[in-house]
Each structure stands twice: as structure tokens, then as C-alpha cells.
T-cell receptor, first 114, second 111 residues
Framework: DSGVTQTPKHLITATGQRVTLRCSPR?????VYWYQQSLDQGLQFLIQ???????AKGNILERFSAQQFPDLHSELNLSSLELGDSALYFC?????????????FGPGTRLTVL | EDKVVQSPLSLVVHEGDTVTLNCSYE??????LLWYKQEKKAPTFLFML????IEKKSGRLSSILDKKELFSILNITATQTGDSAIYLC???????????FGKGTHLIIQP
């Protein structure tokens, strides 16, 4: 158990819908990272927040957005969902802003778009 | 566009064998290369490499980076069935673009 929690565990929804994935980082960690993992694209970095501010941005679609709240939990919002958005979404956290080597991954949320 | 390529994509060996996994990268302003192990769930961090030629070691696993030839290898000696996993390589350009991951090597260790 990494100490990072993600809810929900599984999510099934229809195309065109909007969903929110939630992540609570480890106690004391200020950075939250979001990743998408699909069979064809592999693991892709989406976005990083550090202490409430966006820090790094990867291959995140415009239909997706994220934020980090004052209590440091983060939410990833996915809208106008398409079949291709079906994937495993991971959240990770670290203490520092550049903590690529010390990030701890949550168990993931499996999103299925029908 | 930053790119990380891993090979082989899949590898099946017998317990006790030694394996070498490869990772090549093309990343603007390269800063670090990272290796992760992913079993059934989330990836777990193995190594971060920033300097050429300095081997990092953890038990039966070791890794080295060649910044001139733009590649890294991950070695696993005396493999065990518990080493079966997907091994992911990722490169960081030091900027605000985050990590670029390879597709992974799926390693299967047969008893």
C-alpha cells in the first residue's frame, strides 16, 4: 500500500458523459501527478500539480482538466468522453516538485467508456 | 517530439537466467532516465539515472546509462518468478513536459 488513494476503483460510463476521478496523496506529499495507461498508448503522463499550482503538463487533452485543492487532494475531470478514453488512470504523489524518482502510485481507476 | 523506445517488447526466460532490457531515448534537454516495475497494479520505482557510466544496483537488479549513445540497460541476474512484470523506462527533459514513457518490456520468468 503506497498511501495514495484513488476513487472510484472502477467506472463505467457512456460516450459523451463527464466523470471525475479523485486522488488523495500520501500524507505530507505536495505534488500530485496524473497518468493514463491504455493498451495501445502505454503509460502517459498527463499533468502535475504542486501545492495547488500546475507544474508540468504532458499529453493531456483539452477535454480533460485537473485541479489540486487546498487540502492537497486532486481531481481529474474527463468530459465529452470517447471510447478511446477507456484506460487505467493513475495518480501518484511525491514530496517535492521535481520528485520524479520518489513518486508513489495509487492503485488506479479503471474507466470504461461504452 | 520526445521519444523513448524499449526492447524487446516481450521476453520469456527460465528461472535463474540473466536478462538485459534496453531503453533508448530522444529527449530535448535530457536530465534523467527512470526505470519502473509494474506488476498487476501500479508502477513502483526502481532506479533514476542521471550520470553516464555509473551503475546503480539494488540486489539482483542493476542499471546503467550511456548519455553519448542515448540508451540505458536494466539487468536482472538469477531471475525469479517474482521478477515477472512489465518494466517501464521513462525519460525526463527537466522542463514542464513531465516524463516520457516507453511502451514497456513484458518479462515472463518460467519456473
Amino acid at each position: 500500500d503506497s498511501g495514495v488513494t484513488q476513487t472510484p476503483k472502477h467506472l463505467i460510463t457512456a460516450t459523451g458523459q463527464r466523470v471525475t476521478l479523485r486522488c488523495s496523496p500520501r500524507s505530507g506529499d505536495l505534488s500530485v501527478y496524473w497518468y493514463q495507461q491504455s493498451l495501445d498508448q502505454g503509460l502517459q503522463f498527463l499533468i502535475q500539480y504542486y501545492n495547488g499550482e500546475e507544474r508540468a503538463k504532458g499529453n493531456i487533452l483539452e477535454r480533460f482538466s485537473a485541479q489540486q485543492f487546498p487540502d492537497l487532494h486532486s481531481e481529474l475531470n474527463l468530459s465529452s468522453l470517447e471510447l478511446g478514453d477507456s484506460a487505467l488512470y493513475f495518480c501518484a504523489s511525491s514530496v517535492s516538485a521535481g520528485g520524479w524518482n520518489e513518486q508513489f502510485f495509487g492503485p488506479g481507476t479503471r474507466l470504461t467508456v461504452l | 517530439e520526445d521519444k523513448v523506445v524499449q526492447s524487446p517488447l516481450s521476453l520469456v526466460v527460465h528461472e535463474g537466467d540473466t536478462v538485459t532490457l534496453n531503453c533508448s531515448y530522444e529527449v530535448t534537454n535530457f536530465r534523467s532516465l527512470l526505470w519502473y516495475k509494474q506488476e498487476k497494479k501500479a508502477p513502483t520505482f526502481l532506479f533514476m539515472l542521471t550520470s553516464s557510466g555509473i551503475e546503480k544496483k539494488s540486489g539482483r537488479l542493476s542499471s546503467i546509462l550511456d548519455k553519448k549513445e542515448l540508451f540505458s540497460i536494466l539487468n536482472i541476474t538469477a531471475t525469479q518468478t517474482g521478477d515477472s512484470a512489465i518494466y517501464l523506462c521513462a525519460a525526463w527533459g527537466g522542463g514542464a513536459d513531465g516524463l516520457t514513457f516507453g511502451k514497456g518490456t513484458h518479462l515472463i520468468i518460467q519456473p
